[in-house]
């Protein structure tokens, strides 16, 4: 069993930047894919980045160039470097971690899942 808890979410102006952790207990996630979702209020989860364990990163359209998917393998930690955020960024971000690797866009190709951080952008 994999645990994630992401933190590092908050209040933001747009143009601003977030960093967001998620920090994975139980196993060593060096193997696994490590992908970031979000969910806004009545829409659907959706995929924003992702890394495999090979160094590949793949992202949303909507966040590429702004967002930068990175990771710790010392500290087991994934993180979501945010940033020129806009107001169509506010949603609930979550971590996820997929133990076969392939890190895909769809969410049900991922087995563990963190709690939830939120993020709210004004405008």
């Known amino acids: 069993q994999v645990q994630l808890a992401e933190s590092g979410g908050g209040l933001v102006q747009a143009g601003g930047s977030l960093r967001l952790s998620c920090a994975a207990s139980g196993r060593i996630i060096r193997s696994y894919a490590m992908g970031w979702f979000r969910q806004a209020p009545g829409k659907e989860r959706e995929f924003v980045a992702a890394?495999?364990?090979?160094?590949?990163?793949y992202y949303a359209d909507s966040v590429k160039g702004r967002f930068t998917i990175s990771r710790d393998s010392a500290k087991n930690t994934v993180y979501l470097q945010m940033n020129s955020l806009k107001p169509e960024d506010t949603a609930v971000y979550y971590c996820a971690a997929d133990r076969g690797g392939s890190g895909s866009t769809g969410y049900s190709e991922y087995d563990y899942w963190g709690q939830g951080t939120q993020v709210t952008v004004s405008s």
């Open positions: 890394s495999r364990s090979g160094g590949i990163t």
